[in-house]
């Protein structure tokens, strides 16, 4: 598991970490909401 993959399992519905893509984001928020 990266890094990455942890920080969204801990936060996923805060503010993302910028490695992160607006298209990766909405997908999340839409996943999420």
């Known amino acids: ?10 936060r996923p519905h805060t503010m993302p ?3 992160i893509g607006q298209q990766e984001v909405r ?6 909401y």
């Not at 598991?1 to 801990?10: D, F, G, I, R, V």
């Not at 997908?27 to 999420?32: E, R, W």
């Open 1 to 10: 598991m990266s890094n990455t993959n942890k920080m969204q399992l801990a």
């Open 17 to 19: 970490p910028p490695l």
């Open 27 to 32: 997908k999340m928020a839409s996943s999420i």
